[in-house]
Every structure is written in C-alpha cells, then in structure tokens.
C-alpha cells in the first residue's frame, strides 16, 4: 500500500504525535509537519507558561511579563490555525474547538 503524502497526513501524524511518513519528502508534506510541529511547540511553552503563572504572585513583574508572553503565544497559536485552515490541514471547526480548549 502506498504512503499518504498529503499535506494533512502529516499534520494529523505529528500532532497525534507519530513520526511523518519516511517515503514522503514533498515541500508540502514537510512544510505541514514543521507547521504541525511548531503549533505544538507553541502549546507546550503555553502550559508551561501557565504553571509558572501560577507560582507567582499576581502583582509581580514577573507575573506581567509571563502573562504578556502568554498572549503572544495565543495570537502565535491562533495564527498557525488559521495557515492550517487555509491550506486544508484542519477543518474551520477542528481550528475553533482547538481554540476553545486553549483558553
């Protein structure tokens, strides 16, 4: 049986956290797995983040600085959606309910 060499194979594949198709090396395929992977790169320093925010005290500097990084994050994250979206890796509702679980 032949590989799934498409764009969103490889997205679904590194988000589900599995290794992308070895026999697929398309610009395409591998352009959706970085996308892929960066998003989830994004959510993890984002759960990070919020652990940390929560360690500290609400007024403090650091506190500002970690929740400013953290909107940075989402509109990053939000923007990575909706590239997925558009190039067909994601359906508008998958993007939506993603974002509803973040905040």
Not at 46 to 72: F, K, V, Y
């Amino acid at each position: 049986m032949a590989a799934d060499c498409s764009p969103r194979d490889a997205w679904e594949r590194v988000r589900a956290g599995e290794a992308t198709q070895p026999a697929c090396d398309a610009e395409e395929y591998q352009r959706a797995a970085r996308l892929a992977r960066e998003l989830g790169g994004l959510e993890a320093q984002r759960a990070q983040l919020d652990t940390n925010l929560a360690r500290l005290d609400a007024g403090s500097p650091e506190a500002g600085q970690t929740r400013r990084r953290i909107r940075q994050i989402d509109v990053d994250i939000e923007a990575i959606r909706g590239v997925a979206v558009t190039r067909g890796l994601v359906d508008n509702d998958q993007a939506i309910g993603s974002a509803d679980h973040q905040q």
